[in-house]
């Protein structure tokens, strides 16, 4: 390592291996990881130390840290070494695609843990919020408000408002959990729109509009229980819009029923 003043052992007390040559380097390292003990900027040992001092050979500790590099939690440098660093929300983002893609009604599961992340977010943003966080989300409301007409735009400026208004949380756990998402969530607000502008519906259009401006002001006043309610009628919209899609492909949703949905719950 090379920062003397917390430098890690890399050797255990007790040095029993379990399981495969791999598996001992690898999980020992994960171990490092997780409990801070080689941190962001550090720089491991050599690929021989590693090995003489884990008791494998070379290939396998290769191999444990290019699986760490695909994490995106160290970096293998040509000449440098193997350097610590912070992983890429990114990363697990594909990964949290990629594990879901084959999972029937993923989309839908991933909808309702995104309830939870956002209207606990949205408590938090009425409390933290800053000036910047503001003016993002009344950016995104703008551009919304522009690409009323056009799924794909639209669907970006949705997501860009949403997770505008997650960054304003300030919780880095919330913010990190709703980055993984980003991949499905940005896909489940473009078919949204391409579903309203399929239908031609006008009303509906002005709905998506109008709920977002709702968020905002809900945040600005600090008003944590208006907020928390705008955003439940808000995600109640999208529920009849995917029940009516699944239910009758062929027939335009009925923008009145969503209305009636939130009016029932005023």
Not at 85 to 93: A, E, H, N, T, Y
Not at 130 to 151: C, K, Q, W, Y
Not at 189 to 216: A, I, P, W
């Amino acid at each position: 390592m090379t920062r003397a003043s917390r430098a890690p052992s890399i050797t255990r007390a007790e040095p029993e291996a379990q399981g495969t040559g791999f598996a001992k380097v690898f999980d020992f390292l994960r171990e490092q990881l997780l409990e801070g003990r080689i941190r962001s900027g550090d720089r491991l040992l050599p690929e021989r130390e590693l090995a003489l001092q884990m008791g494998v050979s070379r290939p396998i500790v290769r191999e444990a840290l290019r699986a760490l590099s695909m994490l995106g939690v160290v970096e293998i440098r040509e000449r440098v070494g193997t350097v610590v660093r912070q992983p890429d929300v990114s990363v697990l983002g594909d990964v949290f695609a990629f594990s879901l893609a084959q999972v029937p009604d993923a989309i839908d599961d991933v909808m309702q843990a995104r309830i939870a992340l956002e209207c606990q977010a949205i408590r938090l943003a009425c409390q933290r919020a800053t000036t910047a966080d503001i003016e993002r989300m009344r950016g995104a409301l703008d551009t919304i408000e522009g690409t009323v007409d056009d799924p794909a735009g639209g669907g970006r400026a949705d997501f860009d408002f949403h997770i505008a208004l997650v960054r304003a949380s300030k919780s880095d756990t919330l913010i990190q959990l709703y980055g993984a998402m980003a991949e499905l969530l940005t896909r489940s607000h473009r078919d949204r729109r391409q579903l309203v502008g399929e239908h031609h519906d006008e009303r509906m259009k002005r709905t998506v509009v109008e709920d977002h401006r709702h968020l905002l002001e809900a945040v600005i006043a600090g008003d944590e229980d208006a907020a928390d309610l705008a955003l439940r009628q808000h995600f109640r919209i999208g529920d009849d819009l995917r029940r009516q899609k699944a239910l009758a492909p062929g027939r335009p949703p009925v923008a009145a029923n969503a209305r009636k949905t939130r009016e029932a719950t005023q």
